[in-house]
Each structure stands twice: as structure tokens, then as C-alpha cells.
């Protein structure tokens, strides 16, 4: 734990000195907030690329979605891939992950990816964790991207680079995208402490091959256990009948802006309303800039803050609230109960009652600048409207945020939780 907070200080002191140029100006620049400029042609000129998708099955409940995960798992005869930022097993999890080991053992070639960080799980997951080194003796393929340790400050600001991102491809047939760790608090819990969150599975072979054509090289260039594209085929007839939507994918490297240019291009878009769920809205002038300027056109914006009962995210959101309130939005934060006990860990935006952005990126200065994320819009009312009442059932839980309780938060004693969080959260 001394080796963390160490490792944590030095990092900190480094991204103060060393990324000062980095922001998310991209938000609002000519070519992002013109309103001249129709949002695909936005979005193909900054490479962001269209995919197909089938309406998604969507998952709010994490047992739910271990439980249909296992199944997927057990069902894959090819490869499977995945990545997941925490994933660690347990007790709650040994069905999971045994399915995993079997699935390897039997020939089937599974590759996952887990962040570095993973160990350093200061949630509940903590009390449950058991590292997932132990898979490799099955034969699958595990990846620890980036792992936090004293011998690595050599890597100067690349330490901080984190994989976010949260997917699964099955046999190239089935792709699921969103929110969920693949550790205790996300899919294991029961009671107060299992996470609210939300992933969504799709048929789509454009959004496979997208994913799979980035997944490759860059798994090779981390790895000496190379791989080819070419072993991974996809199903291009999983459309074939089903009703799809449009869609634009991001996968984001770390400092490459798409985020940044696709959540500024959104705003840009709305004419009457966006509903967000941030998670950890920690945001830098230029972000609280687009959304004030979208407010400014007469856009009615709802955000939704989490309760979250951890003191040292919660005391840094509080702080931070203060500079939030300068959006000139409806910001809410949930009331302290029973409910919000298990935290709200969902990432959202709905434009419009028409297009709405999932994924694994957080509405804050770190996932849009030091994170690889992966984030998929889709333009699709249906859709839209589904989650719109599942917003609107979260907002009735919430309190507005006032300019006093801001006041009250804004000390010098949150400081350094804000800091710490804006940089590291």
C-alpha cells in the first residue's frame, strides 16, 4: 500500500508538470461546434467510422450479465476476446472464469486483456480478489497492459496510459460493449454492494472487424505472443433479417482526441436535449465550455452525479461541483439511500431522443486524454427513448445541486481528493 501511495504521488507530480499542454479544446473547435456542418460528415472527417448494428439486448443487473457472460463463454468454438480495465476473480466468480480455463483447454483461443491497475482494486473487490495470472496455465492468452510498479517510472508519462475498455467478441459473431468490470463489485456482488451498470450485446459484423482490426497490431506490439488477422474470421451474415441502425465507433488511444471530437460533435448536434450520466465528471474548462454553449442555444441539459460512498471520490465530485454548476445546466446528484448505496457506474449520453453514446468512457479529463476507451454512438429513437426512461427513473432519485451546497464543498480540505481524482479517477 506504501509502494501505491508512493507510486501514486510521483505520478500525480508528473502529469502536473508534463501534461499541461494536454486538454479537451477539441470540444469546442471551429470544425467540431459549426453548425453548418452535418454530424456524419463531422464525424467522417475526423476517421471516426460507421458501422451497422442490430438493436442491443441491454444489461443493468451485473449478475444478470455474468450469468448470460458465462453463457456466451461456454457457447464460443473458435476464439473469444475481450478486455476488461478490473478483472479479478472470486468465489462469486469461480463459474466465470472456470468456464474461461475450460474453454482454453479445450482449444478454443481466448485473449484477454486486463489493466495493470487491476491490483491495485480499491473498491469492495479488494476483500475478494484473486489475480487472474493463474488462467495462463489453461492456455489463455492474458495480457496485463501497463502494470503500476516502482521498476516501471522509467516510462516517464506513458505509466499513466490506462486500458479502459470493456468488450467481448465471440467467434465474431457476437460483440458486447459497455461499462462492466469483470471483477467482484461489477458482476459478483449481491446487495449494497453490487455496482449499477450497464452493457449491451449486439449482432454486428462492421463493429467486429472494426474492433478486431485495431485488437490485432495492437495486441502485437505489447506482446511477443503475436497473432494475425487473418485467424479471425467474422460472421457476416448475423444481420442477415434483423433491423439495424446506424453507428459511429471510437477506439480511443491515449492523446488521439476522437473522444473528445465525438462527445463535442454531439453537443453540437442537439437541438433540445441531451440527458448525460458522466460517473466521474471531473472536466477541464473547454468540456464545461461545450456544454455551456450548448445550454446557451436553448438546449435543455439534465446530468446525473452519482452518490458515491467511498469519501475520497465523493469529497473530490463535491469540489468539483462548484466549477460544474458553470454549465448553467440541470445538475442533479442522487440522494443518499439504501438505492445508492451500490454506485451508479454507467456511462451515457442522450441527444435528442435519437442518438445515444455507450461505451466505456467516463465524461472527465482522464478518459478523454490518458485512456484507451472505446465508445459507440448510435442513431436510433427507439433506442434513445428505452434509455431515456431508464434515465428518467434515475432522475427521480436525484436533489439539484445549488450554488450553496457547492459553496459548502468547495474547501481546501477536498483539494486534494479533487486533484488526485481529476488526474487518477
Known amino acids: 500500500m506504501r509502494q501505491f501511495r508512493l507510486v501514486s504521488i510521483i505520478i500525480i507530480s508528473m502529469i502536473l508538470l508534463g501534461t499541461s499542454c494536454s486538454s479537451t479544446h477539441h470540444m469546442i473547435a471551429p470544425e467540431v461546434v459549426a453548425a453548418d456542418i452535418p454530424l456524419e460528415e463531422k464525424l467522417s472527417s475526423f476517421q471516426i467510422p460507421t458501422v451497422r448494428v442490430s438493436y442491443p439486448d441491454v444489461y443493468y443487473d451485473g449478475i444478470a450479465w455474468k450469468d448470460r457472460l458465462i453463457e456466451l463463454v461456454e457457447g464460443a468454438e473458435d476464439y473469444l476476446v475481450t478486455s476488461a480495465f478490473l478483472a479479478s476473480s472470486s468465489e462469486e466468480l469461480e463459474a466465470l472464469y472456470s468456464a474461461l480455463a475450460l474453454k482454453a483447454e479445450s482449444g478454443v483461443r481466448v485473449y484477454f486483456v486486463v489493466d495493470g491497475a487491476g491490483s491495485f482494486d480499491m473498491t469492495e473487490t479488494r476483500y475478494h480478489l484473486i489475480p487472474l495470472k493463474f488462467l495462463r496455465e489453461s492456455g489463455v492468452h492474458l495480457l496485463e497492459f501497463n502494470p503500476l510498479s516502482g521498476a ?56 467486429c472487424n472494426l474492433i478486431l482490426d485495431y485488437f490485432v497490431p495492437w495486441w502485437n506490439e505489447q506482446t511477443w505472443d503475436e497473432i494475425a488477422r487473418e485467424d479471425f474470421s467474422v460472421d457476416t451474415t448475423t444481420l442477415d433479417g434483423k433491423k439495424t441502425y446506424q453507428g459511429w465507433y471510437v477506439n480511443q488511444e491515449p492523446g488521439s482526441a476522437q473522444i473528445s471530437k465525438l462527445v463535442g460533435s454531439l453537443l453540437s448536434e442537439a437541438d433540445h436535449s441531451v440527458q448525460v450520466l458522466p460517473f466521474l465528471p471531473f472536466m477541464d474548462e473547454e468540456m464545461i465550455e461545450a456544454f455551456r454553449m450548448a445550454q446557451e442555444r436553448g438546449v435543455e441539459i439534465q446530468m446525473i452525479i452519482p452518490f458515491d460512498r467511498r469519501a475520497t471520490n465523493r469529497k473530490g465530485i463535491e469540489y468539483m461541483t462548484k466549477d460544474l454548476l458553470d454549465m448553467g445546466i440541470d445538475l442533479r ?55 431515456k426512461l431508464h434515465f428518467e427513473q434515475l432522475y427521480e432519485k436525484t436533489i439539484p445541486i445549488t450554488e450553496e451546497m457547492a459553496d459548502r464543498w468547495h474547501t481546501l480540505r477536498n483539494w486534494p481528493r479533487f486533484i488526485t481524482a481529476f488526474f487518477g479517477g
Open 152 to 207: 516501471r517510472l522509467v516510462s516517464g508519462l506513458n505509466l499513466l496510459y490506462r486500458d479502459h475498455r470493456k468488450f467481448l467478441i465471440i467467434d465474431g459473431k457476437q460483440i458486447a460493449l459497455g461499462g462492466m468490470n469483470l471483477n467482484y463489485i461489477s458482476i459478483g456482488a449481491e446487495n449494497e454492494q453490487l455496482q449499477r451498470d450497464s452493457m449491451y450485446e449486439f449482432n454486428s459484423p462492421e463493429l
Open 333 to 387: 446528484i442522487e440522494r443518499e439511500s439504501a438505492e445508492t448505496q451500490r454506485l451508479l457506474h454507467e456511462k451515457l449520453i442522450i441527444v435528442d431522443e435519437r442518438y445515444v453514446m455507450i461505451g466505456s468512457t467516463n465524461i472527465n479529463y482522464r478518459s478523454m486524454n490518458l485512456a484507451y476507451e472505446n465508445s459507440l454512438v448510435i442513431d436510433s429513437p427507439e433506442l434513445a427513448q428505452q434509455l
